[in-house]
């Protein structure tokens, strides 16, 4: 059995702003935009959300809720240096460490179980280090898995540390609402309410063969979670260069036409385990496999990030066009995003850009 933590900042940018400017401590702090303008809240402190202000917000919003709310604008070189400090203490219990975000983590310390104690101790350890380098808080989850360790993360915010047992884990996703599940936004959240599933207990009625030809390729993360269980490993970020999705056909295809409705699918496939990693890329690349298994592949890097499955699939029929000619016959296609990079800053900047 592996040993998880999800070490998860609490406030993160606005915590660093009441750090170091004293005068906002205690009070309703908000990082984001200008709220005369149409800037949006990036988060705020735990005293403003109080009064119902979150992430995502538009500001002009947020001060309606709070008039007293104090507004600054993020000071991202500062963010990063902190998340460069907390990585630092991460890697000092484990090499297993995969940043989600700037500030928060996977780490595998199944390893370091053995030197340290309990996994609870480690985070506990890992908990005291941040406070200590950054006189900052973080929340740990504790569990056998990923997907339990990033909800237990979310339990007892702030300055918290949950644990959910291999014993506990199945029962405990049962009462679970679906839209706490990592990776289910809001859209899947709603097509699942139209299937009648609520809850972990509500999915857990459905067999892989049933989930397949509605969620595609998520659906063994879905099956498996339902039941409290999650294979995935910690990756740490430079292992991870790509993500791809690829099919061989039970019969091989030579309409072109038939051809780019497969890497519609695969590129869907592809943008939902962006969004569950939270990483945009770069470079786009279309592979194909022939009736005599020759394989070619045709990239194409783009000048700016990937934000939504359309950046994806407008490149598709021209990448196809360089690989395919007519009436040659596929047996395999697949789509690849390499140049991965983190959402975070990108999410933020996106938010700027709106000032
Ligand atoms: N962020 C953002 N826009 C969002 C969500 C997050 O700019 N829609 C930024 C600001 C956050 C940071 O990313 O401080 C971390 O995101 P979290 O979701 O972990 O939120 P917080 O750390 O702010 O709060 P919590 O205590 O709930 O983790
Ligand atoms: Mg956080």
């Not at 499955?309 to 296609?333: F, M, N, P, S």
Request: net charge positive.
């Amino acid at each position: 059995m592996r040993h998880i933590l999800h070490i998860d900042m609490d406030a993160f940018y606005a915590s660093v702003e009441q750090r170091d400017f004293p005068q906002y401590r205690n009070k309703p702090v908000v990082v984001g935009g200008d709220p005369t303008t149409r800037g949006v809240v990036a988060t705020c402190s735990y005293e403003a959300r109080k009064f119902g202000i979150h992430s995502a917000m538009p500001c002009a919003q947020a001060q309606r809720r709070c008039p007293q709310a104090i507004f600054v604008r993020p000071r991202f070189d500062v963010y990063r240096e902190v998340s460069q400090q907390i990585r630092e203490i991460m890697f000092r219990y484990t090499q297993l460490v995969e940043p989600l975000s700037l500030d928060e983590a996977y780490l595998d310390v199944t390893e370091t179980k053995q030197t340290l104690g309990s996994p609870t101790l480690i985070a506990k350890l890992i908990k005291k280090d941040i406070f200590e380098k950054t006189q900052l808080t973080a929340s740990a989850g504790i569990s056998y898995n990923k997907f339990l360790a990033k909800i237990a993360s979310d339990m007892d915010k702030p300055n918290g540390l949950t644990l959910i047992t291999a014993k506990q884990g199945p029962e405990f996703v049962k009462q679970l609402p679906i839209g706490k599940f990592h990776g289910i936004g809001p859209a899947t959240v709603e097509k699942m309410r139209d299937l009648g599933i609520y809850t972990g207990a509500d999915l857990l009625q459905w067999n892989l063969d049933e989930l397949k030809p509605i969620f595609g390729k998520i659906s063994r993360y879905y099956y498996y979670a339902a039941r409290g269980e999650d294979d995935r490993e910690v990756e740490s970020f430079r292992e991870r260069k790509s993500i791809g999705s690829e099919k061989t056909f039970s019969e091989d295809i030579s309409s072109i036409d038939m051809m780019l409705e497969k890497l519609h699918e695969l590129a869907a496939e592809v943008w939902q385990e962006m969004q569950m990693k939270e990483v945009t890329a770069r470079t786009i690349t279309v592979k194909v496999k022939f009736e005599n298994f020759v394989q070619v592949t045709r990239s194409k890097t783009i000048t700016s990030d990937i934000r939504e499955l359309e950046d994806i699939t407008c490149h598709l029929r021209d990448l196809l066009k360089k690989a395919v000619e007519k009436g040659q016959r596929v047996r395999l296609l697949g789509v690849t995003v390499s140049k991965l990079v983190m959402l975070d800053e990108i999410k933020i900047k996106k938010q700027l850009s709106l000032l």
